[in-house]
């Protein structure tokens, strides 16, 4: 079967670095999206990722080893409006996105 | 650019009515659409994938009679949930695909809270 793993919950401090793990497990592999989606909010999208390595775009960052069917997403400079959930989702061989349950991520100050 | 609206983005509606949800791709040509379901804490669920002109794919366990989808034209789709009830309460997001890209670009989402 088809599966997304990502910690449920995080907490982490203002102005800190967090990074949030996804592993996969899926039929194909066409790219790994993060998305952060605030309570009450669609999603937003944050990276993509088709080949391995690290790509940075301002504080946040992703990375991918297809390898390993692993990525995560690093947040730096932690500000409070980061204070949502993060998903990850993996299109597939129909790409067909697979989306994780998401990792709620807790900012404190 | 890539902007997608949905509208209403909030609905409530006595038990056994229907209720429409329209997806709209503002500033590019939607060739592909979906719709998901979000339950409180829960994941995005897809529930179904329709391309313009054709029918839509539904999801196992999605009835199809039940939420009916129509992608008539590149920049609009909508969903109806037909004869809605309580457990019917959801937040839907609709998302579209240009063609050109495998990013899918959020619409704000409908809540419908089915009384």
């Known amino acids: 079967g088809q599966n997304i793993d990502q910690p449920t919950e995080m907490t982490a401090t203002e102005g800190a670095i967090v990074q949030i793990n996804c592993t996969y497990q899926?039929?194909?592999?066409?790219?790994l999206f993060w998305y952060q989606q605030h309570a009450g909010e669609a999603p937003t999208f944050l990276s993509y990722?088709?080949l391995d390595g690290l790509e940075e775009k301002g504080r946040f960052s992703s990375f991918l080893s297809r390898s390993k069917g692993y990525s995560y997403l690093l947040l730096k400079e932690l500000q409070m409006k980061d204070s949502a959930s993060y998903l990850c989702a993996v299109m597939d061989s129909n790409y067909q996105l697979i989306w994780g349950a998401g990792t709620k991520l807790i900012i404190k100050p | 650019g890539a902007v997608v609206s949905q509208h209403p983005s909030r609905v409530i509606c006595k038990s056994g009515t229907s209720v429409k949800i329209e997806c709209r791709s503002l500033d590019f040509q939607a060739t592909t659409m979906f719709w998901y379901r979000q339950f409180p804490k829960k994941s995005l669920m897809l529930m179904a994938t329709?391309?313009?002109?054709?029918?839509?794919?539904?999801e196992q366990g999605v009835e199809k009679d039940k939420f009916l989808i129509n992608h008539a034209s590149l920049t609009l789709s909508t969903l109806t949930v037909t004869s809605a009830h309580p457990e019917d309460s959801s937040f839907y997001i609709c998302?579209?695909?240009?063609?050109?890209?495998?990013?899918?670009?959020f619409g704000p989402g409908t809540r419908l809270t089915v009384t």
């Open positions: 899926t039929s194909g592999f066409n790219g």
């Open positions: 329709s391309n313009e002109g054709s029918k839509a794919t539904y």
């Open positions: 990722n088709v």
């Open positions: 998302s579209a695909r240009d063609g050109t890209d495998h990013e899918q670009y």
